[in-house]
């Protein structure tokens, strides 16, 4: 390096020191005890406005920013300067990563104090030349691109490697001690769970994608789990084999690895009553369980029985409900259930669903929503259930006045009502019986069609809102 002109240097050459001979070393225009925003606030051009909130610490500004409502304006303050983004990212506590390669390099320095990261979508391998105009096929919160090369170009997902994905959970368990919910892909010997389970112990939440019964030998490692949502490794979406999924074997190994657990989810899950009862009887903690889409043999309802903390069941998306549910006298009840929730189901099966409503009995929610098949002969078999206290019913289009009729005045405790969505129940049709009946409940939602007047009418009249207290501030 040349040396400097010393009259540049000296007091009394030039009439002092010259600011264009220093443009090679800008440290020296500042004291050597000055803070790092300090310097940059002497290296900004003359012709700008200094920026002021270089005057505060690193601990005031991130009270300051604090303040702001998530996520918008804290996303929108990290596009200020890199300082700004160094400290909104500190604050960022939940994040959905959609590139791997983030989460090996970037992600523990950028967000290194999240409590809630979603891998999922970075899991799945982008085509590897994708076009210009490649389609982009989105289910929720997933989006994947489409190679129209591939043949097929809508086939079954395609995931990066075990090895890379147990690289990226070493990374996450050994820089957030502090996670509290993680949604990952599961791979077939999975050494990163096990990662996981030892550098992450206040983990409770945790979502597995493609799911086989090897893939969840690490979940007894996790002490202090309780939600747990299971989906499984089907064959058209995930390209296994006839053997992939959970079974039985995977239930078992699960229910004594994870006593602790309160909440189920089992998405797309194969098995039968052994599966399900070895659930009910190791996790007596357990209070909410949701069966989605599942592929379960006959005769699985019964094993609910052992659920002895059952609060919340729920049904999603399920094409059957039991095929072989087996004799009434051996299908047992939960007790302790609360809440019978049926979301876009097929109750078409007359055998099925009064075997659910056998073990469901003692509900006092029932919620039907969307599900195909409920006419009201299938309806007439809810009125097991003598204990409801509030129904729901939306987009039951098969569903006629006299068949809710039937039902709802048989229930002596029944409080609340919502019917939204079924067309077939009429205003006109509305009796002398069920009007009585909806002036003495305490919450009435009554929207059968776009073509119902009793809505309006009601407003005014306090009907439907018996037992309410009503304040006015004065």
């Known amino acids: 390096m040349p040396e400097p002109d010393r009259h540049l240097l000296s007091p009394g050459g030039g009439g002092g020191l010259h600011r264009d001979g220093l443009k090679g070393w800008p440290d020296l225009w500042v004291l050597p005890g000055k803070p790092r925003h300090a310097r940059a606030a002497a290296m900004a051009p003359p012709d700008c406005a200094p920026d002021q909130t270089l005057a505060f610490s690193d601990e005031l500004l991130l009270r300051i920013l604090a303040c702001l409502p998530e996520p918008h304006l804290t996303a929108a303050a ?27 390099h970037r992600l523990p320095y950028r967000f290194p104090n999240l409590a809630v990261l979603d891998l999922f979508p970075a899991s799945i391998a982008a085509p590897a030349a994708p076009f210009r105009a490649s389609p982009v096929l989105t289910c929720g919160a997933v989006s994947l691109t489409l190679d129209p090369s591939a043949d097929p170009p809508l086939g079954a997902c395609r995931f990066l ?44 939440e945790l979502e597995l994608h493609r799911c086989t019964d090897l893939a969840l030998r690490p979940v007894s490692a996790f002490a202090h789990l309780q939600i747990l949502r299971i989906v499984a490794a089907s064959s058209p979406l995930y390209g296994t084999g006839e053997d992939g999924g959970v079974t039985d074997i995977g239930l078992t190994i699960l229910a004594h690895g994870c006593k602790r657990l309160v909440k189920l989810e089992l998405v797309g899950c194969e098995g039968s009553y052994d599966g399900i009862a070895a659930v009910g009887r190791c996790c007596a903690m357990l209070e909410e369980l949701t069966i989605a889409d599942h592929k379960m043999d006959g005769g699985w309802l019964a094993a609910l029985a052992f659920c002895g903390n059952l609060k919340t069941l729920r049904l999603q998306g399920c094409g059957r409900i039991d095929d072989d549910p087996g004799p009434a006298e051996h299908l047992g009840a939960c007790l302790t259930l609360e809440s019978l929730q049926l979301h876009h189901c097929q109750l078409r099966d007359r055998r099925a669903l009064h075997a659910l409503f056998l073990v469901c009995e003692g509900a006092r929610e029932l919620l039907v929503q969307n599900c195909w098949g409920l006419e009201d002969d299938m309806f007439a078999l ?67 069609d776009n073509k119902s007047l009793l809505a309006a009418s009601l407003s005014g009249t306090g009907m439907g809102k018996k037992g309410r207290v009503f304040f006015k501030r004065v």
Do not use: Y
């Open 161 to 204: 490697a075990d090895d890379v994905l147990d690289r990226g959970l070493a990374v996450v368990a050994a820089r957030f001690p502090n996670l509290r919910r993680l949604s990952a892909t599961a791979a077939a010997e999975s050494g990163g769970l096990m990662d996981i389970a030892g550098g992450c112990a206040t983990l409770q």
């Open 78 to 104: 990290s596009l200020v300067c890199k300082r700004w983004m160094r400290l909104s990212g500190r604050l960022r506590l939940r994040l959905v990563v959609r590139d791997w390669a983030f989460v090996t």
């Open 382 to 448: 809810a009125g097991l259930c003598r204990r409801i206290k509030f129904l729901s019913l939306e987009g039951c289009s098969l569903l006629t006045t006299r068949g809710v009729e039937s039902i709802v005045t048989s229930w002596n405790d029944l409080q609340s009502l919502e019917v939204v969505g079924c067309n077939k129940i009429k205003d006109e049709e509305i009796t002398p019986a069920l009007s009585e009946l909806f002036s003495n409940l305490k919450e009435l939602k009554w929207r059968p």
